[in-house]
């Protein structure tokens, strides 16, 4: 599905917002959300409007190319038609397709990948063997930079059990298990023993495999066989997107007060963005996402890290 962004500058973006959205709620669907983003949805497909300090954002979203077009216009005659006292210019981007859309510039990705703590031999070795012995799945492994946020994590939390919903090579697991308190535990699930045993090699190496506490079994089975005491401090979902939603909903009331759950890919590759895409685990994710935007029971931030990484914190 085509969507476009532009870029209105203005010092009055509320305004602008309150209004386009009351007027135009007698021909269109219209809601206006308390952080103050309005959205428009006409016969032809939808328009976000967001207040930023010094200019209104709009993303329009349409079936094709011809409805998008249709969107920007109408959003843009009304928008024009409320500035009597300055000169608004909407200046939209060309359609792209939502599912080509990446969290940054991958040359700023690629800035990113170096710029922090680099991975030790031992990661790049594991990194190495995961490439050549899996082919085009390693790209399933985490980056550098996530591993490397990963340790972090579970380093403030004082981590003393953590989980992992997805271990494959273990590469995150690693970096979990190495940011672990001294005496912690690492409850590792995933369905694949030949994966798994792929990483072990580089847990004992990296002396840690004791602390990890593999089960090879589907992860709910393995979440819903424990404690419903809150005693994880760290937990990080990395497996099958469909399941997403279960996962969390298992851990997140295991969490203690100050635990985390990280989320790995929340972005799907651009797709939750995309209505287009309504497969069973762009659904899923997009509901998952709001779900925890608007969850009590935790603080959360969305991250822009490679393919969008959620860190939630239990209150
Ligand atoms: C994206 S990979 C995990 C990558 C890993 N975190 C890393 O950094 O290398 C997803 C993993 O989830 C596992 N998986 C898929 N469905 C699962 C399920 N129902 N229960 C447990 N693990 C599952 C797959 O076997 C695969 O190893």
Not at 75 to 85: E, Q, S
């Amino acid at each position: 599905m085509p969507l476009a962004t532009a870029r209105v500058v203005t010092a009055h973006p509320a305004r602008y917002i309150k209004q386009l959205v009351s007027h135009m709620g007698h021909k269109a669907t219209t809601t206006l959300r308390p952080d103050g983003r309005g959205t428009i949805t006409v016969s032809s497909g939808t328009c976000v409007l967001t207040p930023a300090p010094d200019r209104l954002e709009l993303t329009a979203t349409a079936v094709d190319a011809e409805s998008l077009a249709r969107v920007q216009d109408v959003i843009t005659r009304h928008l024009m038609r409320f500035a009597t006292r300055e000169e608004l210019v909407a200046d939209w981007t060309a359609a792209i397709d939502g599912g080509e859309l990446e969290p940054t510039e991958p040359v700023v990705g690629e800035y990113l990948l170096s710029h922090h703590t680099p991975a030790d031999d031992i990661l790049g070795e594991l990194a190495a063997a995961t490439r050549e012995a899996t082919a085009d799945a390693a790209c399933m492994q985490v980056s550098a930079d996530e591993g490397t946020l990963l340790t972090m994590l579970t380093r403030l939390t004082g981590a003393h059990f953590a989980v992992e919903v997805g271990v494959f090579t273990g590469y995150s697991t690693l970096c979990i298990a190495r940011g672990l308190a001294d005496g912690g535990r690492l409850l590792a699930c995933d369905v694949s023993e030949e994966w798994a045993a792929i990483g072990r090699p580089y847990w004992e190496r990296a002396g840690v495999a004791e602390r990890i506490d593999l089960r090879i079994a589907p992860a709910l089975e393995t979440l819903r066989a424990l404690d419903s005491e809150p005693v994880i401090d760290i937990a990080f979902i990395d497996a099958d997107k469909g399941n997403y939603p279960a996962y969390y909903e298992e851990i997140v009331d295991r969490l203690r007060p100050g635990g985390l759950v990280v989320l790995d890919n929340v972005f799907l590759g651009g797709r939750v963005l995309d209505p287009a895409y309504q497969e069973e685990r762009h659904v899923a994710m997009r509901r998952l996402n709001d779900l925890i935007a608007a969850d009590e029971r935790v603080d959360a931030v969305m991250l822009p890290v490679r393919d969008g990484v959620t860190i939630a914190r239990r209150r």
